[in-house]
């Protein structure tokens, strides 16, 4: 019967949960949908781009590369998408401010189409220089959406489904790496001559996000805070809230606005000059550098190793590399649902703790495996275990504390500082890795137990919680924390501090 209802007779919460699930789905195909995607999928041809790099050279010249500079092409290649990302992330406060957040996710498609066009024609063309400019503008596109996709859904969410809306960031991750894996196999677009259709595809979710998102409403929070348009943010509550009460909503949403009163948007350098904004800077750059810093990177890197010299067929390791990504794809959605029951910074601790256990045993398994060779299948066993361990909580509590630790005026910058920070540690980690390998063996993953270590003891002492806690109130007790001597006295409203005056 509930099929044969009008629409205007359907019950609110199902038009809301809709809306609000058409918005997710909108944001992340085109979002971090394609972080994962384009990060995934240049695994699979990379010996075929290396053999047209050659023949594109020889062709030209009439001699061939040697190896060392056919390496050195495929790694500047490979490091142009996280130098992108870099480049994305800072430009992605500024379209945040100027264009607002779903328009900004749209224009940012522009980046995608022209890199599928360079891939597309790039063998045709003769030119492996077309497949440098493609990586580094889907990178530039990575940036830009890896940190204003958590930011909108952040602002467009109920405060009950905040943390879990905003984790589905990490879920869209996961689901990407996971499809280019399966794209990139050979029976599908992993042959030797389609390769420049599998760097191309990055076009579908793009050609996807650009026909649904105009349909869906704009952040309510950027409508009202930093437009001042009232109506349009009602007309984008009723949308994802439905025709429900929406008093309590709108209050609250005029004391954040009433606080941000007078204030304009910080620069990314300004977060680091006022004592207000330190615990929330501080927490940011080390659970930001901690997540790229914990070996997640290193275990995808060192599975298919692992998995040879455990016994797993050549033709079959493929398939088992897949089962790495499906495991944090799983975890993801997992942390997604448990997120607003046991709250950030259980995840947070949680996953650290699992992760170091876990790459404790790995690193013993790894240096007895002369001795013992059963120890193998144990490191194996690790590599899924600390991937599941990863995406339960650093995966994607990680992503929405810009979101959620910083007020309206201060909430773009952050994510600038986080997005450039993950992105420069992640070109960190791509260019070193291979020496770190080299130079410790068996022990390569010793200084990622010591970051994934850290990472659980800072959440316990410094990082609070913020499950169930509207942004204003966050906002409030971060105040509180960071002048602990005024929390009995009246509220402190002015982020500005008068150097003059204070002593």
């Known amino acids: 019967m509930e099929d044969e209802l009008e629409p205007s ?33 240049i695994n699979a041809p990379t010996s075929h781009i290396q053999e047209f790099t050659n023949e594109t050279w020889q062709a030209r010249t009439g001699e061939p590369l040697s190896d060392h500079l056919v390496l050195l092409v495929w790694s500047i290649i490979v490091s142009l998408y996280p130098l992108g990302g870099l480049f994305g992330a800072l430009l992605a406060g500024p379209l945040a401010i100027t264009l607002g957040r779903k328009k900004s996710l749209l224009v940012n498609n522009i980046f995608v189409v022209l890199a599928a066009i360079l891939f597309g024609f790039s063998r045709k063309a003769g030119s492996f220089e077309m497949i440098m400019l493609g990586r580094l503008l889907v990178g530039v596109s990575a940036g830009v959406s890896m940190n204003i996709q958590p930011m909108y859904l952040g602002e467009s969410a109920p405060k009950e489904l905040r943390g879990a809306v905003a984790m589905s960031s990490a879920i869209f991750t996961a689901l990407g790496i996971v499809m280019g894996q399966v794209v990139g196999l050979r029976e599908l677009l992993g042959d030797p001559q389609a390769w420049p259709l599998l760097l191309a595809s990055c076009l579908v979710p793009g050609a996807l996000q650009l026909a649904s998102l105009p349909l869906l409403p704009e952040s309510p929070r950027y409508l009202l805070i930093d437009c001042g348009d009232t109506e349009a943010c009602l007309a984008a509550l009723q949308r994802l809230r439905g025709s429900g009460d929406l008093a309590r909503e709108l209050e609250e949403l005029e004391e954040e606005r ?29 659970l930001g550098s901690a997540m790229e810093l914990c070996g997640n990177d290193l275990m995808y890197a060192y599975a298919s190793s692992v998995f040879r010299k455990a016994g797993v067929p050549e033709a079959k ?60 299948y144990l490191a194996v066993a690790c590599i899924f275990a600390s991937i ?29 500082v986080c997005g450039a920070l993950m992105w420069i540690m992640l070109f960190l980690v791509s260019l070193g890795f291979p020496f770190v390998m080299e130079a410790l063996s068996h022990f390569l993953y010793v200084p990622f137990l010591g970051v994934c270590a850290c990472g659980a003891i800072y959440t316990g002492l410094f990082l609070p919680e913020t499950k169930g806690k509207t942004l204003q109130e966050i906002s409030e007790e971060l105040h509180r924390l960071n002048f602990p001597r005024r929390a009995q006295g009246p509220t402190w409203k002015s982020p500005e501090v008068i150097q003059s005056t204070e002593l």
């Open 9 to 41: 007779l359907r019950p609110p919460t199902q038009i809301q949960g809709r809306i609000l699930l058409l918005t997710i789905c909108a944001a992340g195909i085109g979002g971090t949908f394609q972080f994962g995607y384009n990060l995934s999928i």
């Open 258 to 286: 009433a606080a941000c009163q007078g204030c304009r948007a910080r620069r990314p350098w300004e977060l680091f000059q006022h004592r207000v904004l330190r615990r929330q800077v501080t927490s940011l750059m080390v």
């Open 317 to 376: 390791v493929q398939y088992a590399i897949i089962g790495t990504g499906s495991c944090e794809l799983l975890m993801a959605i997992v942390s997604c649902v448990a997120v607003e029951r046991m709250g950030r910074r259980v995840l947070l601790i949680g996953g650290y703790s699992l992760m170091t256990c876990w790459g404790s045993i790995f690193t013993v398994a790894l240096c007895l495996q002369s001795s013992f060779p059963w120890t193998l």
């Open 388 to 416: 599941l361990s990863f995406g339960i909580g650093p995966a994607g509590v990680t992503g929405i504390l810009a979101t959620e630790l910083f007020d309206q005026m201060a909430r773009p910058a952050a994510c600038m």
